[in-house]
């Protein structure tokens, strides 16, 4: 047997009145304590709750703000490194263009001698660190003083694997101006003396709903810098770095 909409409302009308006849109440919680005491309680836990959700973003800012500069007024580092941030038709996204515009133009400034991409290559038809390359060198950075890290998963990953893997102790890095706070944060807690450029971004959708992660992820980011976790991969040691620097120094 079929029932129509407005049966089916009827029928549970019809069941509400008899259970009302009956003397059955849905009891639910009260949405506002009654007491005072008991609303006290509660907007003292809002409270607590609101700031331990905020701290880790206010310890990033604490550490980092300080640190995070301009193209125009960046530190003259050996190295800068890039943060994936995506793909799009295979190649970067237009926020790691963004990033990717960045770095080309430290390079040329005489900023930076060697760009270090590191993103995300765990499967083989998603290739961060290619494409960054494929971009730079058409941007005019010479494809022997760019270096892939193919194990960037994350922003922690990115800068212990920078530290341990590659040997870089300095440099400046590129990434949004909601991410590159964390960036720091997790560079210099991973060894690194670490300087950052904001890149600015054309105020969408991305970017608000970067902004909102950030808020969660720094939770995350000061959970990596108290635990140190090994990177999700970490592998041998490479030269590539080194390398690099040594044949722009002409050795």
């Not at 709750?49 to 500069?69: E, I, K, M, N």
């Not at 790691?96 to 290559?121: F, H, I, Q």
């Amino acid at each position: 047997m079929r029932f129509s909409r407005s049966g089916a409302r009827a029928t549970a009308g019809g069941r509400a009145q008899r259970w009302a006849a009956r003397g059955w109440r849905l009891r639910l919680p009260p949405l506002i304590p009654r007491t005072r005491r008991a609303q006290r309680r509660t907007v003292q836990a809002l409270m607590l709750a609101a700031v331990l959700a905020l701290a880790p973003a206010t310890w990033l800012h604490a550490v980092a703000d300080s640190r995070v500069r301009t193209t125009a007024d960046a530190p003259a580092r050996d190295v800068v490194v890039v943060f994936g941030a995506g793909l799009w038709r295979g190649g970067p996204s237009p926020y790691l263009a963004n990033r990717l515009d960045t770095a080309a133009e430290l390079y040329r400034e005489g900023k930076a001698k060697v760009v270090l991409v590191t993103g995300d290559n765990s499967r083989t038809e998603y290739d961060e660190p290619d494409a960054m390359r494929a971009y730079l060198v058409s941007h005019g950075v010479p494809d022997h003083r760019i270096v892939s890290d193919f194990a960037g998963f994350d922003t922690w990953d990115s800068c212990v694997r920078a530290k341990k893997i590659f040997g870089v102790d300095r440099a400046v890095l590129v990434s949004q101006g909601f991410h590159i706070r964390r960036a720091i944060g997790l560079c210099r807690a991973a060894g690194l003396d670490a300087y950052g450029v904001g890149v600015d971004a054309r105020r969408d959708a991305t970017w608000y709903y970067g902004g909102v992660r950030e808020i969660l992820a720094a939770g995350k980011a000061a959970l990596d810098v108290v635990t140190e976790p090994d990177p999700r991969f970490l592998g041998r040691q490479e030269n590539g770095v080194a390398e690099a620097l040594a044949e722009a120094s002409g050795g």
